[in-house]
């Protein structure tokens, strides 16, 4: 199972950076946000849909037999045995606000643990990952 996981980080640290440089785009051009509220407190913005649709269509071009839990659409059944966790833009008030305290997260969940976990703050072009019995590493 190593090296599926070890797979499965690399790729998901490429998506997280790939994911975190179009929600950057957004974030630079914060005047074009369309924003909408969830609730009290929990608004989306049509960045966090896209960046979602985009890690979405690249999990499933790389792992297409995974599942995916997002928040922003519906949920995927995979038949893997392994589930990607998505957060596609963490800190939306401070995103829509145009404070750069946000950042993309992807997690992977096999046998109702936590395999691997990546978060990339773009702002700041930091990229915190860890996997099980890997350790935990910032670059």
Not at 105 to 110: E, K
Request: charged content about 25%; hydrophobic content about 40%.
């Amino acid at each position: 199972m190593t090296s599926e996981l070890d797979t499965r980080l690399d790729s998901a640290k490429t998506i997280a950076k790939g994911a975190g440089d179009m929600a950057l785009d957004f974030f630079q051009d914060i005047g074009k946000l369309i924003i909408e509220s969830k609730g009290v407190q929990d608004m989306v913005s049509n960045a966090d849909r896209d960046v979602e649709t985009f890690v979405r269509e690249e999990l499933a071009k790389h792992f297409p037999d995974d599942g995916i839990v997002g928040e922003e659409h519906a949920n995927v059944e995979g038949t893997s045995g392994y589930t990607w966790v998505i957060d596609p833009i963490d800190g939306t008030a401070n995103f829509v606000n145009n404070i750069p305290a946000w950042c993309v997260i992807l997690a992977c969940v096999h046998d109702d643990e936590t395999k691997i976990g990546v978060i990339y703050a773009p702002w700041n072009d930091e990229l915190f990952w860890g996997g099980q019995r890997q350790g935990r590493f910032c670059q």
